[in-house]
T-cell receptor
């Protein structure tokens, strides 16, 4: 149990376009999900905490208007990267919180050309 | 806020030897310390965790120790195998606060040479 999926697993988009990444908890409900960004050979950096039915809480330095987070149900959170630029190219990972633990998705590789 | 330091950044060991990774944390309120293994192109997977009311925890070839006074915790992998090659991250959090918001260490790239 406690499986988290992400879709797509990888995406290439052109500069200036927007891209949406989905994070789903497949076999449990999660009131809280987290979004992380990971650059090559670096650690995971928390971008925001997503709570079902309320606004996301963004970490310092993360542009909330650029990284739109929606947590409309207990099993789905989405991250939309708006007006993407090459510097947004990264590995985006979500996690879902249950019973004191965070369960991580497999990640989404975003490449902006 | 919490700050987690992790050492070493890279670790190369011979198959069958032991590997030790150390982390220190700054927030004395932190009481949950998980370790994750991340393989290339994948998300992190929890391999073991420890809570502050316990000093040591073991699961087969993996063990974690915690020294609350010194604010450091360590991961020990014994009898290493090539499949243990990966990046390992330590993390710290406060249980129940903000859904267990995790602060990660910088990661250790472990290479097990056959």
């Amino acid at each position: 149990g406690a499986v988290v999926s992400q879709h797509p697993s990888w995406v290439i988009c052109k500069s200036g376009t927007s891209v949406k990444i989905e994070c789903r908890s497949l076999d449990f409900q999660a009131t809280t999900m987290f979004w992380y960004r990971q650059f090559p050979k670096q650690s995971l950096m928390l971008m925001a905490t997503s709570n079902e039915g309320s606004k996301a809480t963004y970490e310092q330095g993360v542009e909330k208007d650029k990284f739109l987070i929606n947590h409309a149900s207990l099993t789905l959170s989405t991250l939309t990267v708006t007006s993407a630029h090459p510097e947004d190219s990264s590995f985006y990972i979500c996690s879902a919180y249950r019973g004191g633990e965070q369960y991580f998705g497999p990640g989404t590789r975003l490449t902006v050309t | 806020g919490e700050n987690v330091e992790q050492h070493p950044s890279t670790l190369s060991v011979q198959e069958g030897d032991s590997a030790v990774i150390k982390c220190t944390y700054s927030d004395s309120a932190s009481n949950y310390f998980p370790w994750y293994k991340q393989e290339l192109g994948k998300g992190p997977q929890l391999i073991i965790d420890i809570r502050s009311n316990v000093g040591e925890k073991k699961d087969q070839r993996i063990a974690v120790t915690l020294n609350k006074t010194a604010k450091h915790f360590s991961l020990h992998i014994t009898e290493t195998q090539p499949e243990d090659s990966a990046v390992y991250f330590c993390a710290a959090s406060i249980i129940g606060a903000a859904g267990n918001k995790l602060t990660f260490g910088g990661g250790t790239r472990v290479l097990v040479k056959p």
